[in-house]
């Protein structure tokens, strides 16, 4: 199976920054076959993005997508608008929107529903706070995340589902995790999505991915690509992580 390698890029880029990306970036990937390769930046360089992306093996994800289809929800995104504009990919559950915008399990489990019936895939977020892990508690807490975000997600949709485990104390510190560490969690959450959702499901590792440590990560069969951060911002970091992963 082909590694994923996905890009968060969060909030950054103007739209001139986005075209520049693209540029570069596609000069240096052209028909990497390796890999598949998604980038979610912000909503608005989407349509751009998804334009730059036409008859490349890129696809473009969004960030965030609100539960509900339309309606008076001042400032939020359907994942019908975002299927409208050609993006295929939608991150949920992210850590970040968890902490800074509150979002429970049970409105990122509603957020899962509406994108799956909006023919998206999703990129569902869990992971781990140092507090969990000093507790060794680690396999609770991502069980808990699991069973709650796809609560109701038939097994024929859960196809249309990747889980990206990030530990919160590695995304952005420049710690990532050991990559046995990681391994193991990644086996325990396809376990807990076999036992309970009778699934075969992707997971990728996302914290301090950088080109230096990519393979570390998926040389193993437990992780099937990476979620990363910081460096898909440089479409020439962004593309050594692909290179490295060959
Ligand atoms: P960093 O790669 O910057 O640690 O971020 C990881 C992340 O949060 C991706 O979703």
């Not at 008076?72 to 850590?95: K, N, P, R, W």
């Not at 949709?157 to 590695?170: D, F, G, H, K």
């Amino acid at each position: 199976m082909k590694k994923i390698i996905a890009a968060n890029w969060k909030m950054n880029k103007t739209l001139v920054e986005t075209k520049d990306f693209f540029r570069e970036f596609k000069s240096k990937v052209n028909a990497q076959e390796n890999c598949e390769i998604i980038i979610c930046p912000p909503f608005i360089s989407l349509t751009e993005a998804a334009n730059e992306c036409k008859n490349t093996n890129i696809k473009i994800g969004a960030q965030n997508c609100h539960y509900e289809s339309s309606g008076a929800f001042t400032g939020e995104i359907s994942a019908e608008m975002l299927c409208d504009i050609g993006v295929q990919y939608v991150i949920l559950g992210h850590s970040e929107r968890r902490k800074y915008f509150f979002e429970t399990d049970e409105m990122i489990n509603k957020k899962i529903h509406k994108a799956l019936e909006n023919d998206l895939k999703v990129i569902f977020c869990v992971g781990e706070s140092i507090e969990i892990r000093e507790k060794n508690a680690v396999n609770e807490f991502i069980a808990e995340q699991i069973n709650s975000g796809l609560k109701g997600v038939s097994k024929e949709n859960l196809r249309n589902v990747i889980v990206a485990y990030e530990p919160i104390w590695a995304i952005g510190t420049g710690k990532a995790i050991n990559s046995e560490s990681a391994c193991c969690v990644a086996r325990f959450i396809k376990k807990c999505l076999a036992d309970n959702f009778g699934s075969e499901t992707a997971v990728l590792y996302g914290g301090s991915v950088k080109p230096e440590n990519a393979n570390e990560f998926v040389k193993s069969s437990d992780i099937d690509g990476l979620l990363v951060g910081g460096a898909s911002l440089k479409a020439e970091s962004f593309a050594e992580i692909i290179f490295a992963v060959r």
